[in-house]
């Protein structure tokens, strides 16, 4: 089985940064590609930004300048590094993995942003 588990949310004031991680641990082996997405109460979840295991990176528009997602292949760790964070980026953040033709998510973390 595969298992992900984000860490890093919290609170922060607008302009702030977090760094939000996601450990793999398991059956992970290929990863074919990684990513973050968000979800708000009663939206659904949209996608902010993907990593291939290639290390081709694409974000949604709305992140572009401000957010960095990453991954260390040797930990089997995904970061987002989020800077100049909106009080719209606040959400529930989710890293998911694609592994054998199956997607898997993690349970999600909370990232809050003050005005």
């Known amino acids: 089985q595969v298992q992900l588990v984000e860490s890093g949310g919290g609170l922060v004031q607008a302009g702030g940064s977090l760094r939000l991680s996601c450990a793999a641990a398991g059956s992970i082996d290929p990863i074919a590609a990684m990513g973050w997405y968000r979800q708000v109460p009663g939206k659904q979840r949209e996608v902010v930004a993907t990593i291939t295991s290639g290390g081709t990176t694409n974000y949604a528009d709305f992140v572009k300048g401000r957010f960095t997602i990453s991954r260390d292949i040797a930990k089997n760790t995904l970061y987002l590094q989020m800077d100049s964070l909106k009080p719209e980026d606040t959400a529930v953040y989710y890293c998911?993995?694609?592994?054998?033709?199956?997607?898997?998510w993690g349970q999600g973390t909370q990232v809050t942003v003050s005005s």
């Open positions: 998911n993995a694609f592994i054998r033709l199956t997607l898997y």
